[in-house]
């Protein structure tokens, strides 16, 4: 095995890897501080923060130390090389390198939104001098408030790292950002009549190492110290990005791409980061209600449930196909087995179906070329399927049902009358059903609906279970790989909401409370097709289902 | 715990003589302070309201608001001071600075709202002390009274009032005499700042203007 030494350490790294000395580095438990340097980016070596001492180790024991200090993110690392990082040489040209970035910074830290997630603040913390020795007038240049219809700058802020930029070259490949005139005079701008609006430039604001490129969104609504974080998945589609819920006092701020090579890569798209509104719209459904003749009967959750569960036990001797249950996408796996094995246990005859399917357009890969063609190799895919969990759901029928039977045929068999009863676990944001099926609905003797958002079809409903979004419950989406990740519960749902797993879990009468890791232990030991599961916690990244993809991490994509 | 016979010491009584019996001295000695007393008159009690209390300048009661030298609120919305208080009394929602009002071209970032709950407020001054620009402050004011919990929730508009009328007394001195925003807004004119910790003598920055001064 090849080995390197990083500050007298020994570090062993595998005979095909190709690594820097940052990466190297940080396997020996030490830190290099970077700014240009990012693992899905070109290397540009600009920034000098990362200056290193690094030399060679010869086959006969002798070390040659090379005499010039080398940027860390562009040398890689091969057997026997040296590396020092904690050197006086490199202290004082880390120390020197913070002073000089920091020459016409602002300082404007009090109302800049970075400040407290600042790569500036750390390093000059942890790295810097503690003052300037600049006497003369800084070089402040103007901020561009239009970079995009989602994007700010603060020009003077701007350190030079030029990851926006070539992250628009290399990952969205639609190429708006770039460097104007150079020197001290450098600045980040758009090419003229070009902003920065493709479905990825939302990340360019995460890449920004300082506070130079801000988010319109979240510009000025929080001190990034008071958000709590939990680890979550995108719903967005079904490539389920790993993604944080920032929120602070039961409001949701803002999502930030969690770094998951198994998953998405480094990043997210603007349709997730941005589109999880409707989560804190009044479009909520915020209390449970029970109907009868169009008349309100109950808004008590204690009332509608207990109510439910007797009417739905009266269903057990009704003939085959006459209750049918529809499983939304957008329902996690726990929740799809609580309701599925629910129903079976009522009426063995229940016929299970998946909800509606949202699908738009094509899958859009990233980069795309100058014709706005996608060029090989794909670094980012926004799926056209926008459900987080149809295989997760999937699996669920198969185990229960056998068969997949789609929301059409259900719309088809309650216009033809041979349904009675449909309970449907909704979810989609979007309006799952047209103002023209729910009209079939109303054939329907009974009909419960368990959804997110207010819709043609809970207007209907006797029964009406308000559930949770996703950043409010605990529980397993498989995204379009098989690769099953738990989201968490980041916040509370608006007062009289539920999270859909305790609804479900209360509802089929089970003791205890809804505890997502002991259902997926359940949920694996009983389910083949989901024997991963069987683990309970499936960690930062989740666990493939099937087993070639655990020992195989997906490309980025 | 018993208590050891050997540390008790029994104290008796002094005798007294014939006049000290009589308790005449005693009462002579009563009458001859309240004598000086009536001769020599310092009235101790204050007289509360009518009469205020002459405070020194450090006391911290009520805040204020400062304004900047164009007569804008001061406060950047660092929230900075609501991050400090350890009652969290302080509420700030911030907004950015409407970019194309020249009377705002400098400014970034201001609060929209800006509420102190002075019943929560247990008057530390930590806010005072986290403020970067020196707009929070706390004035001589004590006599605080309203006739409802919302009357003591003080807004921004409130907070500004109260900077307009200490401004100019003596017990409320503008602390930095400083209109100027200083490093969280006003960029054209930033000054060196002074190290933080020693350095040497010959070091530049020993010689900026405000060395040894962190402004
Ligand atoms: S970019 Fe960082 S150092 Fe600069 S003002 Fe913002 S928080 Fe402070
Ligand atoms: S705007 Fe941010 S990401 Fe872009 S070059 Fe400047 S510091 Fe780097
Ligand atoms: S004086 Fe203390 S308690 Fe009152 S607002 Fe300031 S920091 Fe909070
Ligand atoms: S610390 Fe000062 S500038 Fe910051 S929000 Fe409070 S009063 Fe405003
Ligand atoms: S990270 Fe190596 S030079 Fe910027």
């Not at chain 1, 020459?103 to 109302?111: A, I, Q, S, Y």
């Not at chain 1, 949770?468 to 419950?473: G, H, I, L």
């Not at chain 2, 009584?13 to 009589?22: D, H, I, R």
Request: proline letters at 6%.
């Amino acid at each position: 095995m090849p080995t390197v030494i990083v500050n007298n350490k020994p570090v062993e790294i595998g005979p095909s890897e190709k690594l820097n000395c940052i990466q190297a580095a940080e396997r020996a438990g030490d830190t290099i501080p970077s700014y240009c340097w990012h693992h899905d980016l070109s290397v540009v070596a600009s920034c000098r923060m990362c200056l290193v001492e690094v030399g060679e180790k010869k086959p006969d024991g002798t070390i040659a130390m090379q005499p010039k200090l080398s940027p860390g993110c562009q040398t890689p690392v091969k057997d026997g090389t040296v590396i020092v990082s904690n050197s006086e040489k490199v202290l004082a040209a880390q120390k020197a390198t913070l002073e000089y970035l920091l020459l016409n910074h602002p300082l404007d830290c009090p109302v800049c939104d970075q400040a407290g997630e600042c790569g500036l603040q750390d390093y000059s913390y942890k790295y810097g001098r503690g003052y300037s020795r600049l006497q003369e007038p800084k070089n402040i240049k103007p901020d561009k408030d239009y970079i995009g219809d989602q994007i700010t700058l603060f020009t003077d802020r701007c350190i030079m790292c030029t990851r926006c930029v070539r992250f628009t070259r290399e990952i969205s490949g639609t190429a708006e950002m770039q460097v104007i005139s150079r020197g001290s005079h450098e600045e980040i701008d758009i090419f003229p009549g070009e902003p920065c609006n493709n479905k990825l430039a939302g990340n360019v604001v995460d890449l920004c190492p300082v506070g130079a490129l801000c988010s319109k969104d979240f510009l000025y609504q929080q001190r990034v110290w008071w958000l709590k974080s939990k680890n979550s998945v995108c719903p967005g589609c079904s490539t389920g990005c790993s993604i944080t819920v920032d929120q602070n006092e039961d409001v949701l701020y803002r999502l930030k791409p969690r770094e998951n090579p198994q998953a998405q890569g480094s990043f997210m798209c603007d349709e997730g980061r941005f589109g999880w509104k409707y989560a804190q719209s009044d479009r909520r459904l915020t209390s449970p209600e029970q109907r009868s003749g169009g008349k309100t009967i109950s808004r008590d959750w204690d009332v509608v449930l207990s109510t439910l569960g007797t009417t739905l036990a009266d269903l057990s001797d009704q003939k085959s196909g006459t209750f049918v249950v529809a499983i939304s996408p957008w329902a996690t796996v726990e929740e799809a087995y609580l309701l599925a094995k629910f129903a079976k246990e009522v009426n063995p005859n229940a016929r299970l179906a998946l909800g509606p399917v949202r699908t738009v357009g094509e899958d859009d890969l990233y980069p795309k070329d100058i014709h706005g063609q996608p060029s090989l190799p794909t670094k980012f895919t926004i799926r056209a399927e926008k459900c987080p969990n149809r295989r997760g759901v999937e699996s669920i029928l198969n185990h229960f049902q056998g068969e997949i039977i789609p929301f059409s045929s259900v719309l088809y068999d309650i216009e033809s009358g041979s349904i009675e009863t449909l309970f449907v676990l909704g979810g989609d944001p979007e309006g799952w059903i047209s103002d023209a099926d729910a009209a079939k609905l109303d054939k329907l003797k009974l009909l419960i609906v368990q959804d997110l958002l207010g819709s043609a079809a809970s207007s209907k409903a006797h029964f009406v279970l308000p559930g949770a979004a996703w950043a409010e419950k605990d529980g397993t989406f498989v995204n379009h790989n098989g690769l099953a990740q738990a989201i968490h519960r980041g916040l509370r749902g608006p007062e009289g909401s539920r999270p859909d797993g305790r609804i479900l879990f209360e509802l089929s009468g089970r003791r205890g409370l809804f505890h997502a890791a002991s259902l997926r232990k359940e949920i694996g030991s009983q389910i083949p097709e989901l024997a991963a599961l069987s683990v309970g916690d499936l960690g930062e990244f989740g666990v493939s289902l099937s087993s070639a993809a655990k020992t195989e991490p997906q490309p980025v994509g | 715990m018993p208590i050891n016979p050997k540390d008790i010491e029994w104290v008796e009584e002094p005798s007294m003589n014939f006049w000290e019996s009589t308790y005449l001295p005693a009462v002579f000695d009563g009458l001859r302070t309240t004598g000086q007393h009536v001769a020599d008159f310092h009235p101790v009690t204050e007289f509360y309201p009518e009469q205020k209390p002459d405070l020194p300048s450090h006391y911290r009661g009520v805040h204020r608001l400062n304004r900047d030298d164009k007569g804008r609120v001061k406060c950047v919305a660092c929230m900075m001071c609501a991050t400090a208080c350890p009652a969290h009394c302080i509420d700030i929602v911030a907004q950015d600075a409407p970019k194309d009002d020249p009377h705002w071209a400098d400014r970034d970032k201001f609060p929209k709202s800006f509420v102190i709950d002075e019943l929560k407020c247990i008057y530390c001054g930590m806010c005072e002390e986290a403020c970067p620009v020196d707009s929070i402050e706390l004035t001589n004011i004590f006599d605080l009274t309203g006739m409802s919990r919302q009357e003591m929730m003080f807004d921004k508009e409130k907070l500004l009032s109260v900077f307009d009328q200490t401004k100019d007394s003596a017990h409320n001195p503008v602390r930095t005499h400083k209109g100027k925003l200083g490093h969280a807004s006003d960029f054209t004119n930033l000054h060196t700042l002074g190290p933080a910790t020693t350095v040497r003598a010959d070091d530049r920055s020993a010689k900026a203007n405000s060395a040894g001064v962190i402004e």
